[in-house]
């Protein structure tokens, strides 16, 4: 037990009468909701990465934060998987997601980064032994080290290749150890600086094979989870290829890989792209590739990845709705791929930020569920649409243009438009958040 | 002969010391380039409806321009339609494009907009003999007339999806008769304002259908043409449906489409998605589908889009760069899809400002194909990837993870960085603008 | 009693648990906050414009409402006059706003537009007579027009300058007549489409000079309301001049007006401009300028003012925050320069959208009122600056650069950061809203 | 001499017909342009910082450069000088800019940072001497250490306005010591990362009371160079307060300094706060406070501050040409704050990076000095307002809105626009890029 967060309590579910900070006010895991707990809706996971091994710096500034784990050895890299699970412990986390770089410290060499991995894998494994969180996703951070500053699937020198796609086995043999639910893909540096230098169709075409080769061995070791790809346009890169999730669609359709694989999608990304959060999980969910969520907002006035928790109750309802009417989390669940601000010095601010974040989850979540289980807005959805479920109309999409012409000119059809009620909707979605 | 261009001469090459305000200074037709005349090459369009239709408004203001063809008569569209060839000839345009809304009046019925339509189709067509002008494209207006208010394909009432299919087959009529090279679907209002009343599966699956119907009427009426679709991520609409090239290929690979249909590509709709122009056409040449292209900027302060005449060389060389290493326009050409100004008045000004773009485009060019002929960016961009022409890497691309991860071991593999040599390409990029 | 909004009821409160679509669940205007009630705080104001003038287009389409007002006459202005008193009936509504636009046809010539503005100004005056519905400000349109294509006041036309100067008098002399609470100046092509033809430093003299008249004439006439200038960044002109918030304050100062006119600050323009709105009215308040409020939102992914109606409580919360911070409305108030979506064609949409307006903005002040009166957010930002409350702080903000120095070298002054709270202080929030 | 940059001869202008990329092809120092030697004219420095100081970090990832002077000594940093001053001779670059952080190690202390800073401004003194190189500013790093992280002169903690106040002090000394043309004050971190914890009127009235003593110790120790504030609007905080030119002249007004203060205006941050860089020079201009400039682009599809070297001249020549019109630079210059891109790892990068960025400046006024020298565009703004130099329209500007009232209903003023002539302005603009 190190005394990081000594003082801090084990954050329990009070009701949103209370005014304990360390308390959720929203969050209880086990009040059923549409016949589930909300831990199983939620299944919410700490990200390793932001919340321990970020050191607070930024493009105009460096290391904020002084942690006693910071630092390149096994010993304290052990001390830091510590004091995550003892946060995981106080808020009841019910998965964690990681990075290779994350969690163990490089090496000079890839044996030796290697060697590290499985020797703080087999570490983490025994703290899981004693711990009901679980692994949510591990992932491959191939975009931090120098040698993938210009990619690494699609990196102009194959021996970058090579060291992702042992890298990339590594980590998938991780997660499997530790009976991870899913294995993610964030194409952080596939993407170009220039168009100048770049050979798209090359750059593709490595990709999809890359990606072909991440499904066979995930079949090959039995592997039972999800393989995701987490979309972003651009940043660290000027753009990046998997943009959003129209774009991994026409990707995976390309190579043959839409049966195979699905998507993590993060509300901050979403924004980058152009898209609401929730445009991108409906559209997800629409091509049945909706696999997981990240879930850290961007701020509405900086074009960078501000990956701030959630606070937003209602924006989030959007998102929960989403995922409602797709069916819930299957092998997917909430991430927090969120980072706390750098001026957030304090152990509190670490566990606060993880309590307000879960609590808005929650909130957002129940509202969505209320909607849905009053089901007011899928029948306003459908009578919208009923024309299309007339035999008339199926049989003019089975139709041709010509056939069509001469039923407008024999019909003298003439449509009158009909009010889509936007504002109408908005205010029954205003009574359920 | 009218007289709305009176005084107005024909615009003529007169080279870079001219200071000719109504004189071409680079747009020469018959300078052979790269083996082509450079007209060949250019293949200019100039669009219907921004030059003789559109009256000047935006959202916080009415009407500015006085034509005297502005009216819903049959005769007044005539009038437009000379006033149009008036204007092709005064600068010696090799094509031009139109909605069936640019150049009929719009009738009580759909019959009646059908008979306006053959009628001056038979007109523009009689005046097409007498001219060296030939059609790039047509399409059909089906976002402006407020029955297309919810969609036309994707609308939640069949009858509207009837009336679209009816008007696009006239559309395609029409294009064929008068000898076009392309028809042209832009998805204005196939979108939505908000998620919470539409059905986004139903919409794409009629969308998809309804693109089914406009190729096989293709193949029907023998039209040798490119069927195209022109992306653009909103506006209207909040989000629409042909986001940009990727989406656009995703769709098309979802309904087995990609082979069938091309894209027409705007500089003002991929800078609204978040691109720039030359990405959109290098990753629409790499995935097969480059057809033609909309050669008119947006405003990059302004969020919306401004239909601009081109202006900037260096950025549109570019583009044309893109087009050449393609392999060069087919059907396609450049379409100015760009509207003047509405403070712009004057005769002159709308002649000019075809001026202005087309010396644009030819200037960048020109620039292009000196770089494209000189060979050094496509040197040193083969040289950058010349690892993954070596057997060894092609024999890695055929393997496995396991068989990477041992290779990596064994060779100790451990990549260093190579320099991606931006702002060299950047000056060399520079010597040919 | 026209039958426009027939079948539809007065609108009453009937409190959250209430699933009536035509009912507040939150807005109650008697219901006392802070001291005073709620319709106090408040006073929303409907506008003219949008709700009753405005046809339905976009840039992509036109008319798609019919209404059986519209038209050009006296009494059509006389109808919609009864139809708008009938709505701020249906809602209560304590307030209106108009341009002169909006309310009386346009005449032939000045004079003609003159003797219309005075007979519907007299129409209105009536009307009010049997309403408890109050004039929130009045307002000259001076950008729809042709002849306002380049501006009004910075118009490069005196003739536009001095019509728009008499048509701002005319406008003044109407709200003063009908007892308006401020008079309203929004910019709308006081800005320029390009610097080439512009002279930045004319335009601002003409524009201050303007100003400065039109507190004269306030002054002249004895009108007891406030001056106040609407800022917006760009759109429809590419750069208007009346940017944001600070960009007006130093245009106050550098015409000395600082102390005459304060600002009627929107959502949406705050979105448009870069900011979040709560900066805006923070930012005025800080520089003793808030004036008003435009209460209507921008969407997060259009480049463009949608003037939508406000939905999001938490978001609405932080601005009446701010509101409540400066001490509350005193001759402002919360209008909705909003308008329903085009494909919202109903009398209900209409209401109904009002409705989910006032109930959003009474449920945000709610909360923020809870906030203001628990006052631990006031007391956690005063601790954070309680440094500055020292003698020696004030002291050496009263000293130079070389004390200064003396004194970091002496004491050894090294000091230590402490903790933003960021995300404690948005949990601490989220109890509230 | 250092061995950095072996091989790389000194850059000497060859001309356009060049293809010798180690050679300026635009840049000739000595050509006589509209009465001044180019090298007068546009007055280039390098940034110590991006050039020298920067490791090719990124918020996704670490070091890509391997520089043999990074290390915190004072014996690295005088290597660091020795090469920068071999880079200043290679280039014939007239003037260098620092900040204390770029030169000197950091110390344990305040006084221990002050001693390296005057060993290494010894040093560099030293190195001047034999040099042709100036000193273009110094300033200040008051932004990368944590103690800086919720801001410097508008700190909540006093003790960090003393630290930055002392180290202001210090700069400006060794600015004076330096010669230095000016001194820079960018406000990194003034600004906010949440309201919620911000008193927005105390952190304005530090700044400003801080700026006061900069002033006033420039005039005590008789420092002949301008005091320059650099705007951004954001990044790295959410919000910072010297925005842009607007806010920076409003920020002067409001504490009496717009006569001492004036712009350091860098072409990124006009792009991140929605402006062109030609607006915020033309505005500056018009104010009375333009002063220097920082010559480095953003990509237009990234919305962070990438601080690239210029590439487009046609851009440029609009940002030239409104400083021609302002009369040229005075103390200010042509600044690069610019950073070759990460992936750019090899010294001749850093070199030509430089000669691109010169050469397309050298391109660019080149051009608009062209233009100047026509004179056409001047005398079409000037015809546009020649209305406004009647003797009519000034006695208009000093009347009332009752009497311009009274004149337009007697004259019976009905004004009809005129073509802006907007395409006609960019052709012509065309002719001489
Ligand atoms: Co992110
Ligand atoms: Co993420
Ligand atoms: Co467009
Ligand atoms: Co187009
Ligand atoms: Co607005
Ligand atoms: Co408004
Ligand atoms: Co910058
Ligand atoms: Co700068």
């Not at 998507?263 to 997800?284: C, R």
Request: aromatic share 12%; net charge negative; charged share 25%.
């Amino acid at each position: 037990m190190t005394d990081f967060f000594a003082g801090i309590p084990q954050i329990r579910y009070e009701g949103e009468g209370s005014s304990n900070e360390f308390a959720f006010r929203h969050y209880n895991p086990d009040e059923v909701i549409l016949g589930k707990r909300m831990e199983e809706h939620l299944r919410f996971a700490v990200a390793w990465w932001h919340s321990f091994a970020w050191p607070g710096g930024d493009p105009f500034g460096g290391q904020t934060f002084d942690r006693p784990w910071f630092g390149d050895t096994l010993e304290l890299a052990k001390l830091k998987a510590d004091v995550a699970f003892e946060m995981f412990d106080i808020l009841g986390a019910p998965f964690f997601c990681f990075h290779d770089a994350d969690i163990r410290p490089e090496g000079a060499t890839f044996a030796e980064s290697k060697r590290n991995l499985e020797e703080i894998v087999d570490y983490i494994g025994t703290k899981m032994e004693g711990s009901k969180t679980k692994l949510l996703w591990g992932t491959a951070n191939l975009f931090s080290h120098r040698r993938f500053m210009a990619g690494a699937a699609t990196n102009p020198d194959p021996d970058v290749f090579a060291w992702s796609a042992a890298t990339v086995k590594g980590c998938m043999d991780a997660t499997m150890k530790l009976g991870g639910a899913n294995y993610v893909l964030w194409g952080g540096r596939e993407g170009y600086e220039t168009l100048l230098n770049t050979d798209l169709t090359r750059e593709a075409e490595n990709a999809g094979r890359f990606l072909q080769m991440v499904v066979d061995y995930k079949h090959k070791i039995g592997f039972q989870g999800t393989i995701l790809i987490e979309p972003k346009p651009q940043e660290p890169s000027k753009h990046q290829y998997d943009y959003d999730v129209a774009t991994v669609y026409g990707f995976l359709k390309r190579f043959g890989l839409e049966k195979e694989v699905k998507l993590n999608i993060e509300q901050g990304h979403a924004i980058l792209a152009g898209h609401s959060f929730e445009h991108e999980l409906a559209l997800a969910a629409s091509l049945g590739i909706l696999g997981s969520i990240d879930m850290n907002r961007n701020d509405y006035q900086s074009g960078w990845d501000t990956d701030q928790f959630p606070h937003n109750h209602p924006e989030m309802a959007l998102a929960y709705y989403e995922i409602l009417r797709a069916g819930g989390f299957t092998t997917g669940g909430t991430n927090f791929d969120a980072k706390i601000r750098r001026q957030s010095l304090d152990p509190e601010d670490l566990v606060l930020a993880h309590v307000g974040g879960m609590d808005t989850c929650a909130r957002a979540l129940k509202a969505a569920a209320r909607l849905h289980e009053d089901g007011s807005l899928e029948k306003a959805r459908a009578a919208r649409y009923a024309g299309w479920e007339t035999p008339e109309a199926k049989a003019m999409l089975a139709s041709s243009l010509e056939e069509i012409e001469a039923r407008v000119l024999a019909e003298a059809i003439n449509p009158e438009p009909r009010s889509g009620r936007q504002e109408r909707l908005e205010n029954l979605w205003n009574r359920f958040v």
